[in-house]
């Protein structure tokens, strides 16, 4: 027989591991799929049973990194509800192509670390106390092109197009003198590069390398001084079903800069 303060003692452990707790820290992100770079997400999340200023939300690509690898970070005191337990934020995300995913975090000020310190001087979160994390969060898939850039080649009728793609097809830059006559093309010259022509770490090593995609680069001549010209990139016959229009003028003699 078991003796009753033995008894009384092993109800209140059974209770302590059974009862569910009062609260549970729920995290959710809207949408799961992004179209293209700079499209935002919501993060939403709730049950954040005595909130602190301290509590923080860190950001991850790819989703497997281990919690000291977050490539950003904000405090959930940034959401005018964070009192409550309960909040919410919406930021851009860049296509790193690879996925991302969330994960929140208890910080209190006995464990900051006056040494480790981000770019901006501030002390670093720390990451023992996990709260919650998010589902992952994606790209679609076969969309580009992106990162689209204009620059001079030195020579005053040339413009240099440039735009990363995913998977490294071959793609034209179409150009016209209107928006709806864009009858001129010129091919792209395809250039990539991989960790192990980074020069140190952390870029060479797998916590620090991040797929560049594939860059490509192509030259429109023999433009005129004073025109406006429309170009759009896009897979050969808008292969990809996406357009991408932009228009600058080619600067004078006097170097102004073009309109982009």
Excluded at 31 to 50: A, F, H, R, Y
Excluded at 162 to 190: H, I, N, P
Excluded at 252 to 258: F, G, Q, T, V
């Amino acid at each position: 027989m078991i003796p009753v303060t033995s008894s009384i003692i092993l109800s209140l452990l059974l209770s302590l591991l059974f009862t569910p707790s009062a609260s549970e820290v729920s995290i959710s992100v809207s949408p799961q799929t992004l179209s293209k770079s700079g499209d935002p997400v919501t993060i939403q999340w709730s049950g954040v049973d005595s909130p602190s200023k301290l509590d923080w939300l860190g950001i991850y690509s790819p989703p497997n990194s281990s919690s000291s690898d977050f490539i950003g970070y904000l405090f959930l005191s940034t959401s005018p509800t964070w009192q409550s337990g309960s909040g919410s934020t919406t930021i851009p995300l860049v296509n790193l192509r690879s996925n991302y995913h969330f994960r929140i975090f208890r910080w209190t000020e006995s464990e900051i670390n006056p040494k480790r310190r981000d770019h901006d001087n501030n002390p670093l979160p720390g990451t023992k106390h996990l709260l919650a994390q998010s589902a992952e969060l994606g790209f679609e898939p076969g969309r580009g092109p992106e990162q689209v850039h204009l620059a001079f080649t030195g020579r005053e009728d040339e413009m240099r197009v440039m735009f990363v793609s995913q998977d490294g097809k071959e793609m034209l830059v179409k150009y016209g003198l209107r928006a709806d006559a864009m009858d001129q093309s010129v091919g792209t010259r395809v250039g990539r590069y991989e960790r192990e022509d980074m020069c140190d770490a952390p870029a060479n090593q797998s916590v620090g390398w991040r797929d560049p995609g594939y860059i490509h680069d192509g030259v429109i001549t023999n433009l005129k001084k004073g025109k406006s010209i429309w170009i759009d990139d896009s897979i050969e016959i808008l292969f990809i079903g996406l357009t991408i229009a932009r228009q600058f003028g080619l600067v004078n003699s006097s170097h102004e800069n073009p309109t982009c």
